[in-house]
């Protein structure tokens, strides 16, 4: 299954580590922000504008390209001015992909249906795997 993981790009590291877990158990991860050779504090200043867009219109390629979004969700004690996630979460909710979130649910839109919640990696790794009956309804994803 194909899986394209969004978070904050200061956790590129712990996501790297996320991704190598998910290739071991058989899933091919489509996102590759967190391979890029910027730091994890790199900020959007520190590159140039056709740098950006060329990462952005990457990242939208590598969402469409995916089954599922896995959606890195923070607390609400945690701050973030740049919020790319968001967008990418936007962006395959438009698509019609199945999105999970691990971590609480940040905003109205993780309560929509065809929005899957886990508590951590591993049971996100259990659920998925075990092939659950999944149907496309309407314009997006639910549980049959």
Known sequence: MKVYIAARYSRKVEVSTIAAALTAHGYTVTSTWHDEPHSADAQLADLTADD??????RDLLE????YVLLFLSESDQSYNRRGGRHVEFGYALGQGKF??????LENIFHHLVGVYRHVDLDSFIKEWNDGPDWAYIGHGPMRK
């Open 52 to 57: 950006l867009r060329m990462y952005a219109n």
């Open 63 to 66: 969402i469409r390209m995916c």
């Open 99 to 104: 999105i999970a979130v691990i971590g609480p």
